[in-house]
């Protein structure tokens, strides 16, 4: 009787292992089928986002290019010859067609805005002067600081009064020959020196963060290279509008505004 209880406790402890040993075996076979169709279905969501990525990729690089041949398109047909042009190309070579050409849209350089460093008032072409205050504000959130201007638009007149009394010809162009003339060109707080700008510690943070963010706002600074580049000392103060587009341009390219223009008419010339 005792061997009789014990046999039957022993099936029923073997039945009861096999059936849990079952319910496992099948609920690891449907775990394993749920994380099949979960990878199934990642793969399938990664297969569709990486078709996405693709064609978005290819999407992007159209208009890349687009964008690219409209402003190669822009900049083949730059007008570097007439005096109110934004791209007037200026050296002791090229003056202004009328050398007393005077800008058509000055404006004053807001005193709220820009510190005016001269006692007259400082005024620039209408394009220039609201990208310069865009700049301004730009510049003002991330140093806490004002742009000083302290030299603008240039009159013929007031070119040939600094020629004759101490400017000298490796830093101030004859008159009719002055970028300052185009109302699109500011120095900023000190037209001194390039050896003033690269030791003062202020002048050096000023140029860095123009360096870093003038061109987005148009401005490029035109003397860098050198008198056999650029036809004058290189002028770390000096900034020209020139339009963003051409600005970008030329700093994705380490390219002076004479280096793009000598690149652009070469082939005239020949």
Known sequence: MEKKIIYTAAIWVLTAVFSASAWYYSWIIHTNAVF???????????KKEREKNIILTQLLTKQKDEQILQRNNSFENMDFETDDSLQKFLNPENGFNNKKYIPQSLERISSNVIYDSKWWNQVLRKEAKDALEEMWKKFE??????INVVSAYRS?????????WWCPDNLCANP???????????????????????????LKKYFSWLNENAYKFGFHNTYQKWRDIDWYEIEPWHWRYLWVELATYLRENNLTFAEFYKEKTKNEKK
Do not use: P
Request: charged share 30%; proline share 0%.
């Open 36 to 46: 099949e169709s979960l990878i199934s279905r990642l793969e399938l969501d990664l």
């Open 141 to 146: 959130q991330e140093t806490w600081e004002k």
């Open 156 to 164: 013929y007149d007031y070119q040939v009064w600094i020629k004759k």
């Open 176 to 202: 009719g020959f002055s970028e300052h003339q185009t109302g699109l060109v500011v120095d900023l707080w000190s037209a001194s020196s390039k050896d003033n700008w690269y030791s003062n510690v202020k």
